[in-house]
């Protein structure tokens, strides 16, 4: 081969993926990839058992960033309870127990009420060496972001003997995580972050410690907004079978769709976020690799009714999403629901979310109902 050609073949080869080179994000049966055509008034809907985790609170109105996982035989949530209203002083974070997901404990307080001016916000389980972690964000004021916040990401480890919660470690200067640490297929860990400023990188690395982390810049919030009135926020990441990442990231511009970003380096850099055609009700969203071979993706994906539908969406490939579904969940017309957290135990998907964000619910959905939408025509 022609040397010069054989150089430029090689650039082709190794060129990092670009978000608008993928096919629509969205495409359901019919629709060729314009959402447009989606009838959400005639979705499937799917069912399951529903139960209340923490029901409204006189003393903490506020419950929102619900998480869950199954750990030695119990499941475990946790959210944000605050006062009044999101990320005021005194917001903490509270946890119950359950032994099959829907009966569950009267809540405790995980993190203990913070200091004085300081909240905190609930950022996800993990367990690492066998040891159970819960992450929180702690910061100063008023909200997470702005100026002079001191913001952290901690680290609290479950004391079986003490029946307890206590304070670990400093896990990231500056940071608040989406969802806890995922591992790579390359044996690292990582997660997502935003700065005090809504700037979004990823932490990649743990493997030494809970503490050690690179940065790897994904979107400057203030060039985006400049360039293209990207907001970015809420950013969730997944790995497709070759290895490659993927990020979906929530916008607070306007938009009402998610961008998409890509990494083809097991996350050392990520193309710019592009604009994808997946609606989204400006809020957060999550996804999931079942053991089935396909992922779900929950969110609230009809921009025409904000946050008082979720939807289950279902994808083979991790690229395109084919299926899409109501979550039947039995309430009242006047509420919502919001920020989805998603695991799977037993052949069931729970899924955890926030009403009218001062009650914790979760939905359990049978695997099969999932797979009959999947495989319907």
């Not at 390359?186 to 050690?212: C, H, I, P, Q, Y």
Request: proline residues 6%; charged residues 20%.
């Amino acid at each position: 081969m022609n040397p010069a050609l054989f150089l430029i073949c090689s650039a082709l080869l190794l060129a990092p993926t670009r978000a608008a080179e993928l096919p629509p994000m969205l495409n359901l049966p019919d629709t060729g990839g314009d959402v447009a055509k989606i009838d959400f008034a005639k979705l499937p809907v799917l069912k399951g058992q529903h139960a209340v985790v923490c029901p409204y609170e006189e003393a903490w109105k506020f419950q929102l960033h619900n998480y869950l996982l199954h750990h030695e035989g119990k499941f475990w949530c946790m959210w944000s309870a605050g006062p009044v209203v999101e990320d005021v002083p005194t917001q903490h974070v509270r946890y119950a127990t359950s032994a099959d997901g829907l009966s569950w404990s009267a809540p405790k307080n995980l993190t203990g009420m913070p200091a004085e001016g300081r909240a905190y916000i609930a950022r996800g389980f993990c367990v690492r060496d066998g040891e159970l972690l819960a992450l929180a964000a702690s910061y100063r004021g008023k909200g997470a972001f702005g100026v002079d916040k001191d913001l952290k990401l901690v680290a609290f480890r479950w004391d079986k003997a003490r029946d307890a919660w206590t304070q670990k470690a400093v896990v990231f200067e500056n940071a608040i995580n989406n969802f806890a640490p995922q591992q790579l297929s390359t044996g690292e860990w990582m997660m997502t972050r935003r700065d005090a400023r809504f700037n979004v990188s990823m932490l990649v690395g743990g493997v030494k410690s809970l503490t050690d982390w690179q940065v790897v810049p994904v979107v400057d919030r203030l060039a985006a907004v400049r360039t293209s009135k990207f907001s970015p926020d809420e950013p969730v990441w997944w790995e497709l079978a070759d290895g490659t990442l993927m990020s979906a990231i929530r916008d607070n511009g306007g938009s009402q769709r998610l961008f998409r970003s890509v990494s083809t380096d097991h996350g050392r850099t990520w193309s710019k976020p592009e604009i994808s055609n997946y609606p989204n009700s400006t809020s957060k969203l999550f996804t999931l690799q079942t053991s089935r071979g396909f992922r779900v993706l929950v969110s609230n994906a009809n921009p025409a009714v904000g946050r008082r539908e979720l939807h289950l969406a279902v994808s083979d490939d991790g690229k395109q999403f084919t299926r899409l579904a109501r979550l039947g969940i039995p309430s009242p017309r006047a509420t919502t629901f919001q920020y989805p957290h998603v695991i799977e135990h037993d052949g069931s998907l729970f899924i955890a979310f926030s009403n009218k964000k001062n009650v914790t619910e979760v939905l359990k959905v049978p695997l099969a109902e999932v797979e009959k939408l999947r495989s319907a025509r």
